[in-house]
């Protein structure tokens, strides 16, 4: 009786080794599910619930408070990010030990098989990439699991990635925000940090702006104290017209969000003596971008669009911002007519006998340049500073005198 | 809209008529000159750069107000002429 009572308890602790579970309470309808999430394990080849490696996990267990089913979702993305779900519900309840094998070698879901069942995958795959999943045990009843990679396997799941990267950059237009996953490590080095900016730049002046300093209270955030994942939403900024009628309508340009994740060395910070920025302080690890799209408003991009947005607001309660725009149309000369302006003055530098001036106004102009003159004179700084700096600019002060005295003279006796 | 198309039809015609005027065939020799002049001009105002450009802009001051005034002189007489013409 001993030996058997040993041998019982001997099975179960090897069984429980293996998964530790943390527990949130949900309730779905008339069926009560405890949603279980499985942590980080300690079964060489898995960590935390991640892909990695796996192409099939099997031998759930139901060990108490069976007699539902189970069910479970398959998240796509690094946790805690999701990207896609799917829900898989077993078929099968009781009591006592009940195994299954689910394999992600078939592509259109997973293969319930009970223990010792024989199934033939289908030849599709589930795609490469990172999952991790969501138990709901029925009853709250405990399962463990156990991840195992089947040795037939083809299907080939991305180790996971420890490096710092961004996961994704997603914009939200009706919000206003820009959010940005990304996997960070936290390193234990002293001195040694990680910490993401966030740009905007555009809105016609083409001026960048940082977005994380604009949030002193979001300053904790940005800096890498854990290793994972997280997601970052930081509101992003628009013009707005400056008109106070009811009617204002925004002014929205184009935008680029630009992020960089750059890893800090205290080692190498600034030099007291020199005030010399070490270049090893501060190392650029990662970055991404994404462009603004999907605006609603008047769209202002360039200096011409800008030239073409009416001056004044147009509506019932400001009907003088009408007149306005509407002198402002009948007489102010549209931006073609400018280029075209433009354009003649350019080809009348070609034509003669203007161009002629034009080469020689653009030769005397170019006097000051940085070409390489065909002889040069070189005098001692001193000698010119002293000698022919005063007399440069006493002759030139004699000859704009003698200009205006002769330029009199010649307007008084000229004839019309 | 009116000044747009006031000026469209001006910068229309004048550009028309400028378009029959040859193009103008700098000469080697006067692209030389020009810059030879230029490079000595400059090495000069390396050590007087006041009494340089003072004496450029008044030259080309001048050239172009009295090639202004006998532009005019010219325009007027013609305009004076055309009608003495049988």
């Not at chain 1, 069976?66 to 998240?75: E, I, K």
């Not at chain 1, 997973?110 to 969501?134: C, H, I, M, Q």
């Not at chain 1, 900016?197 to 702006?209: D, S």
């Not at chain 1, 970055?287 to 607001?313: F, H, R, S, V, W």
């Amino acid at each position: 009786m001993k030996c058997y009572l040993l041998l019982r308890y001997y099975v179960l602790s090897v069984f429980l080794l293996l998964l530790f579970f943390g527990v949130v309470k949900t309730s779905y309808g008339a069926l009560s599910y405890t949603q279980v999430y499985p942590v980080a394990s300690t079964t060489a080849g898995v960590t935390h619930i991640d892909s990695s490696g796996i192409t099939s996990f099997n031998n759930l267990v139901c060990v108490t408070g069976c007699g539902g089913t189970l069910s479970f979702t398959v998240h796509t993305g690094v946790y805690p990010n999701s990207t896609a779900t799917s829900t898989y519900t077993t078929g099968v309840s009781g009591a006592g030990l009940i195994w299954f094998d689910y394999n992600f070698l078939k592509g259109t879901g997973l293969v319930e098989r009970k223990y010792k069942e024989v199934k033939t995958p289908s030849s599709t795959f589930f795609a490469t990439g990172n999952y991790w999943f969501d138990f709901y045990s029925q009853n709250n009843g405990s399962y463990y699991m156990q991840f195992s990679v089947d040795s037939s396997g083809v299907a080939t799941f991305l180790p996971f990635n420890t490096t710092t990267r961004f996961t994704g950059i997603n914009i939200a237009t009706s919000t206003q925000t820009v959010n940005i996953q990304v996997y960070w490590n936290a390193t234990t080095t002293s001195g040694i940090t990680e910490r993401l900016f966030i740009y905007q730049n555009g809105l016609i002046t083409g001026y960048t702006e940082l977005l994380t300093d604009s949030y002193p209270l979001l300053q904790s955030m940005f800096t890498a104290t854990t290793t994972g994942a997280f997601n970052f939403t930081v509101p992003y900024k628009v013009l707005l017209s400056s008109s106070t009628a009811t009617t204002t309508t925004p002014i929205t340009s184009t935008s680029t969000i630009l992020a960089y994740i750059y890893q800090y060395n205290n080692t190498y910070a600034t030099d007291p003596f020199t005030g010399l920025t070490d270049s090893r302080y501060k190392t650029l690890l990662t970055a991404t971008t994404t462009t603004i799209t999907g605006y609603t408003g008047y769209k202002i991009d360039t200096i011409q669009q800008l030239n073409l947005y009416p001056e004044y607001e147009c509506s019932i309660t400001s009907f003088t911002g009408c007149l306005k725009n509407a002198f402002i149309w009948s007489f102010y000369p549209t931006q073609d007519v400018i280029n075209s302006f433009n354009n003649f003055t350019e080809l009348i530098q070609n034509k003669a006998p203007f161009g002629y001036g034009s080469i020689v106004i653009r030769a005397i102009t170019g006097i000051n340049a940085s070409s390489t003159p065909t002889f040069t004179v070189n005098i001692p700084k001193t000698l010119k500073t002293i000698f022919f700096t005063p007399i440069d600019i006493l002759i030139g002060s004699a000859l704009w005198l003698f200009f205006v005295f002769n330029f009199y003279k010649r307007i008084k006796n000229i004839t019309i | 809209m009116i000044t747009s198309v006031f000026l469209s039809i001006i910068i229309s015609a004048v550009t028309f008529l400028v378009n029959k005027l040859p193009e103008i065939t700098a000469t080697p020799t006067f692209t030389t000159a020009i810059t030879t002049g230029s490079g000595y001009l400059s090495a000069i105002s390396g050590v007087i750069p006041v009494i340089v450009f003072t004496l450029l802009t008044i030259i080309s001051f001048d050239l172009l107000f009295e090639g202004g005034y006998l532009f005019y002189k010219i325009i007027y007489w013609v305009i004076r002429r055309l009608p003495t013409q049988s």
